[in-house]
């Protein structure tokens, strides 16, 4: 696919893994997102901003603890529908990319949050879900996790996993694997 830029997005959710969030019920908590040049895989811009949720406004212990954000975070953070129009804004500035993410879920997350809080997609750009590209570029059979990802290109976690920018910048460096001057 022919692209000027590279978007990358990682959300991060609220969560519990004992049932009390619901999957249709989680909301995003973090944006995460870099705006990558296409000919160079440089990250030009990111952004980032947490979000205040309001299905599940108190962060479970399990959420807390796996993406290290903290309720103070989201406490004063700004709603849904007011990231989306700043992201939408930083988004502007850029015509001609595609939007990728490590897995279908942030793909997902974002409609489903889209759809709750009656707004309109800020994204609308075809989307590239980079796992299965990743194990098909290195011949494999499964679908790599981004830390094992980053592991079998020889590069090291940057920043604090589960943290949408931190994940975004890491799924960033993993692009000049998984597209060729072809794909550009």
Same mark, same amino acid.
């Given at each position: 696919?022919?692209?000027?830029?590279?978007?990358?997005?990682?959300?991060?959710?609220?969560?519990?893994?004992?049932?009390?969030?619901?999957r249709e019920?989680?909301?995003?908590?973090?944006?995460?997102?870099?705006?990558?040049?296409?000919?160079?895989? @440089?990250?030009?811009?990111? /952004?980032q901003s947490?979000?205040? %949720? =309001?299905?599940? +406004?108190?962060?479970?212990?399990?959420?807390?603890?796996?993406?290290?954000?903290?309720?103070?975070?989201?406490?004063?953070?700004?709603?849904?529908?007011?990231?989306?129009?700043?992201?939408?804004?930083?988004?502007?500035?850029?015509?001609?990319?595609?939007?990728?993410?490590?897995?279908?879920?942030?793909?997902?997350?974002? @409609?489903?949050?889209?759809? /709750?809080?009656?707004?309109?997609? %800020? =994204?609308?750009? +075809?989307?590239?879900?980079?796992?299965?590209?990743?194990?098909?570029?290195?011949?494999?059979?499964?679908?790599?996790?981004?830390?094992?990802?980053?592991?079998?290109?020889?590069?090291?976690?940057?920043?604090?996993?589960?943290?949408?920018?931190?994940?975004?910048?890491?799924?960033?460096?993993?692009?000049?694997?998984?597209?060729?001057?072809?794909?550009?």
């Amino acid at each position: 696919m022919k692209t000027n830029y590279y978007l990358v997005i990682d959300f991060e959710a609220t969560c519990c893994n004992q049932g009390s969030v619901p999957r249709e019920q989680m909301e995003i908590i973090e944006f995460g997102a870099v705006m990558v040049e296409a000919t160079n895989f @440089q990250v030009l811009s990111q /952004f980032q901003s947490f979000v205040r %949720p =309001v299905r599940h +406004p108190v962060l479970t212990g399990f959420c807390t603890e796996l993406t290290s954000i903290q309720q103070h975070d989201v406490d004063g953070a700004p709603l849904f529908k007011d990231v989306a129009v700043q992201f939408k804004k930083w988004l502007h500035q850029y015509q001609g990319f595609v939007f990728c993410s490590w897995g279908d879920y942030d793909r997902k997350q974002l @409609q489903q949050d889209c759809a /709750f809080h009656g707004v309109p997609n %800020p =994204v609308g750009a +075809p989307h590239i879900n980079l796992k299965p590209l990743m194990s098909e570029r290195l011949s494999l059979s499964k679908k790599l996790g981004l830390g094992q990802a980053l592991r079998q290109a020889g590069m090291q976690f940057e920043g604090t996993a589960h943290r949408g920018i931190d994940d975004a910048r890491n799924i960033a460096r993993l692009l000049p694997l998984l597209f060729d001057a072809r794909d550009r």
